[in-house]
């Protein structure tokens, strides 16, 4: 959806477009936190950060609840560490 939207692209031309597609994206995310919080409760904290979003966040009867206008998002922060190869040991 992202890659097909080109909220990049529109932002210079059509704001309101760029914006939707950005708050779709969001609203995504904040449902997806809120899945993923039993099975990856580390990912999904560190994803709250990002959206300014409580504990409550993680409450089933509100997973699909929209973030407000204007909500405020917090300082992106990587949400794993990236894993370097290991080098072969065999001969």
Same mark, same amino acid.
């Given at each position: 959806y992202f890659? /097909?939207?080109?909220? *990049?692209q529109t932002r210079k031309t059509d704001m309101e477009a760029c #914006?939707? +597609?950005v708050n779709? %994206? $969001?609203? =995504?995310v904040r =449902? $997806? =936190?809120?899945?993923?919080?039993? *099975? $990856?409760? !580390?990912i999904a904290s560190k994803c709250r950060d990002m959206l300014s979003l409580d504990e409550s966040a993680n409450a089933w009867d509100t +997973? %699909? /609840?929209p973030m407000p206008d #204007? !909500?405020?998002l917090d300082k992106a922060q990587y949400l794993v560490q990236k894993l370097e190869p290991l080098e072969s040991t065999d001969s």
């Open positions: 890659d /097909n939207t080109k909220p *990049f #914006g939707r +597609a779709v %994206c $969001l609203q =995504t =449902t $997806l =936190t809120t899945i993923m919080a039993p *099975f $990856l409760p !580390h +997973a %699909c /609840n #204007g !909500h405020v």
